[in-house]
């Protein structure tokens, strides 16, 4: 991280333009968030067991509020910081992961009153008026806390605690399967975002044109029921399905199925959802799978993943014309201009967990996919890589160091923000991670 606390780029970089007083909402929403993952949790629990793929839970939270501390009050505002050994503590881009059960952190009442206190201060400089540079700190700070919202959650899965409570409705609708390809016209698609669409991350910028064949996409992520049935026929056990590297990851792994799917018995597969042990949904989408577990699901299938522009077309282009070719125009939303709904997407803790693929029909993208916004995450074909042109944003190590090392994701899931979910957002993830709510849609091979 760009340790320059006064020192603020002179590009005017493209902000929401929400005002103080629901920046202040913004930022209580959140917190109300990350202390309903974490507040409950024991002691024990608040470090758990020292694993690579997750943070100590009180190290995480901490990181969270030192993170806005940095960017707002000391970055914005000047002041001195809170706690003189925080940047020894939580800067994650100095302070290696597998120390950070080791360090001399504060303790629960120590932790959780650091987040009150830099939330208190941030509300007290957000009393008046705030300018678009202060602004553009702010919701940076938001939404990477945001995204540490969705970190607790999956992290929460991994170590096999208790479901999270009070957040999201546990009634998900049954809505059933959704089958069969949309058509995709070819044309050129403006790949990326614009200053227009509001706050943008560095690895979005800028929009620019691509030229995308004619294609046949999904209507729907694959589900629970189709993975299934990939097992049952040896997928797993098929050298000829799996990449040189996929292979390698499923043997190493030893892995006969997803991570937290339990053998069939008696016909029936069972997962463990937190620490409880559920019957799968044959309809819901799968999730908490690899980039390469998707890959050989599509050579048994016959299918492919899509590519970052032909799912960012699918989700928010629109037919020109006679449908011959894809329009200049995009819509803000899979469904249109209308912010997101329960009956648009199942997003912003709605429900507890992903619902069927034909759930939230009202937020049909133009060519007809649906949940391109929310319910899991979607692999992309797409390597992660700079666009043309690339600079890096003053939170320096977001993007840079983790370019051509991850595959994109797109599209949300139910714990993901609407601040994060836009459909330009880039998620990126390394090929082996099963950890994430991901899961995937394809496209037909010809």
């Not at 629960?108 to 941030?122: C, E, H």
């Not at 619902?355 to 390597?383: H, K, L, P, Y």
């Not at 714990?415 to 090929?431: C, E, G, K, M, V």
Request: glycine share 8%; charged share 25%; net charge negative.
């Amino acid at each position: 991280m760009d340790h320059t606390p006064h020192d603020r780029a002179h590009e005017r970089r493209p902000t929401s333009g929400v005002s103080a007083v629901e920046l202040v909402a913004q930022l209580r929403e959140a917190r109300h968030r990350t202390r309903r993952l974490t507040e409950e949790l024991s002691s024990r629990e608040l470090m758990g067991p020292q694993i690579a793929i997750v943070n100590p839970v009180l190290w995480e939270i901490g990181h969270v509020g030192w993170f806005h501390e940095y960017w707002t009050l000391r970055h914005i505002h000047g002041r001195a910081p809170l706690i003189e050994r925080g940047d020894r503590l939580w800067d994650s881009s100095a302070v290696a992961h597998a120390t950070r059960w080791q360090l001399d952190l504060p303790d629960r009442a120590g932790t959780f009153g650091y987040l009150a206190d830099v939330l208190a201060r941030q509300e007290d400089r957000l009393g008046g008026t705030i300018d678009e540079d202060a602004r553009y700190f702010y919701e940076l700070a938001l939404r990477h806390e945001d995204m540490h919202v969705e970190a607790l959650t999956y992290s929460r899965q991994t170590l096999s605690y208790a479901a999270p409570r009070e957040l999201g409705d546990a009634r998900r609708p049954a809505a059933g399967a959704l089958p069969g390809d949309v058509a995709v016209p070819g044309g050129t698609w403006r790949l990326g975002s614009t200053a227009a669409d509001g706050f943008v991350f560095d690895n979005e910028k800028w929009a620019h044109e691509t030229a995308l064949a004619p294609f046949r996409i999904a209507r729907a992520a694959v589900t629970n029921a189709e993975f299934a049935a990939f097992i049952e026929a040896g997928g797993y056990g098929t050298r000829e399905l799996w990449s040189d590297a996929g292979w390698t990851w499923r043997q190493s792994r030893n892995a006969e199925r997803p991570v937290y799917w339990l053998p069939k018995r008696d016909g029936v597969w069972t997962v463990r959802r937190y620490r409880a042990i559920e019957e799968l949904a044959p309809h819901q989408p799968v999730v908490f799978v690899t980039w390469f577990e998707a890959e050989a699901w599509c050579r048994w299938a016959g299918r492919r993943l899509p590519s970052e522009a032909e799912w960012e077309a699918a989700a928010v282009g629109e037919p020109a014309g006679n449908g011959a070719r894809l329009a200049a125009a995009r819509r803000r939303w899979p469904w249109g201009d209308a912010s997101p709904t329960p009956a648009h997407a199942n997003l912003d803790y709605v429900f507890d967990g992903p619902v069927d693929v034909a759930a939230c029909a009202d937020g049909d993208s133009a060519f007809g996919c649906r949940q391109m916004i929310g319910n899991v995450w979607e692999w992309t074909a797409s390597d992660f890589l700079p666009f043309a042109g690339f600079a890096a944003d003053p939170y320096k190590d977001y993007s840079q160091p983790w370019f051509g090392t991850r595959k994109v994701l797109r599209g949300g899931c139910w714990a993901t923000s609407a601040r994060i979910a836009r459909p330009a957002y880039r998620n990126f993830f390394t090929p082996d991670r099963n950890d994430v709510l991901a899961g995937f849609r394809t496209c037909a091979l010809i």
